[in-house]
C-alpha cells in the first residue's frame, strides 16, 4: 500500500498519441513538471508506474523515462514521459483523461489513471475540473492503491464555506488544491534532502550492521532515522539523523535500543524478553563508526532525549 501526492491531471492531445508530432510519450506541459521535479535528482530519471483505465488495473508495473527532448537542439526542449505506454495509449482518442500520482516514497510506484470520454467515471471527474483548464491539480485527498474509485468531485463542505458564490467558490476551491500540492511537494523535498544528506554523512552503509543492499535498479533499502522524531520538535537536521537499514529503523523508532552518550548501542533488556528480539543481542555495546564531519556527527541532547524519552529502559 502506498500513500500519494494528490494528483495532477491532464486531457490527452493527438502530440501525446503520436497523431501530430515527431516526438514520442506523453508531454508534460510546463505548469506540470514541478510536479515530477522537485524531489528528483536530476530532470532524466526513470519511473516504476502502475497503470489503470477507467478504475481496472492494467496489469504489471512498467518503467518509464522522464526527460527532456530537444531534438538534438533544434528547438526549444519540452519534457515527455517516454517509455512502456505506447500499449496504454494505442486505443485512446484525444480528450481522455489522464490522472497522475507521484509517491510519497521517494523510491515508491507512480499511479496513472485513464479515463476515456462517454464513462461515468469521465464524467465524474470533469465536472470538478474548470472548462477552461487542459491540465493543472486537483483537489487534495489521499488515495491507497489500488482503490480504482477516486474520492471526486471534492465536497465543497470541507474545502471552504459552501455560502460562497460559486465563481468564488470554484476558485477557491482550486487555489486550495494547487497549494495542497505544493506544501506536500515542499515537505516531501525536505524529506529526501533530509535522507540523503543523512545517506552520505554515514558512507551509506547502515550505521550498525554495516548493510548496504541494493536492488537491481540501485535502490537503496538504507533509511534516515530521526533520532529526535520530527513530531516531538526533532529537526531535519544530519546530526539527528542516522543511517539505518529498515528492521534497525523500526526497532529504534519502537524504542528497542539506543545509543548511548558516547554513542555506543544499548539494546533493551525488556526488548530482549520478548521473542523474536533475538537478533538485537549481536549489536549490544557496538560502537559506531562517525561521521568524519564533526558537524553531521549525532548531537548529545538528541540522544539523550531518546533515551529517556523512547529507549525501553
Not at 494528490?6 to 505548469?31: A, I, Y
Not at 491540465?135 to 474520492?151: A, C, D, I, N, Y
Not at 552518550?261 to 549489536?283: P, R, T, W
Amino acid at each position: 500500500m502506498s500513500d500519494f501526492l494528490p494528483p495532477v491531471f491532464k486531457f490527452l492531445t493527438k502530440t501525446d498519441l503520436g497523431k501530430r508530432s515527431n516526438q514520442g510519450g506523453l508531454l508534460v506541459p510546463n505548469p506540470l513538471t514541478f510536479y515530477f521535479l522537485d524531489t528528483a535528482d536530476s530532470s532524466d530519471f526513470y519511473l516504476r508506474v502502475s497503470l489503470f483505465r477507467d478504475g481496472e488495473s492494467c496489469g504489471d508495473e512498467v518503467t518509464a523515462r522522464f526527460h527532456k527532448q530537444d531534438r538534438g537542439g533544434k528547438r526549444s526542449g519540452e519534457y515527455r514521459i517516454t517509455g512502456g505506454l505506447a500499449d496504454y495509449f494505442r486505443e485512446c482518442q484525444p480528450l481522455a483523461l489522464i490522472l497522475m500520482q507521484k509517491p510519497e516514497d521517494p523510491d515508491g510506484t507512480y499511479r496513472f489513471d485513464l479515463f476515456t470520454q462517454g464513462t461515468g467515471r469521465y464524467k465524474k471527474l470533469r465536472t470538478g475540473i474548470k472548462k477552461a483548464e487542459r491540465q493543472g491539480t486537483l483537489e487534495p485527498f489521499r488515495t491507497k492503491e489500488p482503490s480504482g474509485v477516486l474520492p471526486f468531485p471534492w465536497d465543497p463542505e470541507e474545502s471552504v464555506s459552501s455560502d460562497a458564490p460559486k465563481a468564488e467558490l470554484e476558485t477557491l476551491l482550486y487555489q486550495k488544491a494547487r497549494q495542497s500540492v505544493y506544501t506536500k511537494m515542499r515537505r516531501l523535498t525536505r524529506d529526501r534532502e533530509f535522507r540523503g544528506s543523512v545517506l552520505r554523512a554515514w558512507g551509506e552503509r547502515c550505521a550498525v550492521s554495516g548493510d548496504r543492499m541494493k536492488s537491481a535498479e540501485g535502490r537503496t533499502e538504507l533509511e534516515a532515522a530521526h533520532i529526535k522524531p520530527k513530531g516531538d520538535g526533532g529537526p531535519d537536521s544530519v546530526n539527528n539523523g542516522i543511517c539505518l537499514n529498515r528492521r534497525l529503523h523500526w526497532a529504534f523508532d519502537n524504542g528497542l535500543w539506543s545509543l548511548s552518550q558516547d554513542v555506543h548501542v544499548l539494546v533493551s533488556a525488556k526488548a530482549l524478553k520478548i521473542e523474536g528480539n533475538e537478533y538485537l543481542q549481536c549489536f549490544e555495546g557496538q560502537s559506531l563508526e562517525l561521521p568524519q564531519n564533526p558537524d553531521e556527527q549525532p548531537k548529545a541532547e538528541y540522544l539523550k532525549w531518546h533515551r529517556e524519552n523512547i529507549f525501553l529502559d
